[in-house]
């Protein structure tokens, strides 16, 4: 589906309500070192095994950060984004 999607080798994607990191994962292998990932959540403990799992796939071009939608703020502009809200 993300394929589908337009998710291509470079891309800077935003992962919104990234939990525990699966599609944030997913999407960094997707992107590959050349691009990046950013998940957002608002949750410090899902957050936490994000970044483990992440560090376990030696996966180094995604990022996780703590945030609410409403008030994240980003450097720079991002290609697509994800959302995987409840």
């Known amino acids: 589906m ?6 291509v080798t470079g891309m800077r994607v935003l ?9 944030s994962l997913l999407v960094a292998s997707l992107v590959g070192p050349t691009g990046s990932v950013i998940g957002v959540d608002s949750s410090k403990e899902s957050l936490d095994r994000a970044r483990s799992r992440a560090f376990q796939a ?4 995604v990022e996780f950060m703590e945030s609410d939608i ?3 703020v980003l450097d720079s502009p991002v290609d ?3 959302g995987g809200l409840y």
Do not use: P
């Not at 993300?2 to 998710?7: S, T, W």
């Not at 992962?15 to 599609?23: H, I, N």
């Open 80 to 82: 697509a984004s994800w």
């Open 15 to 23: 992962d919104v309500g990234c939990g525990v990191g699966d599609v």
């Open 70 to 72: 409403t008030g994240l």
């Open 2 to 7: 993300l394929v589908r999607a337009g998710i």
């Open 58 to 61: 030696n996966l180094k071009n």
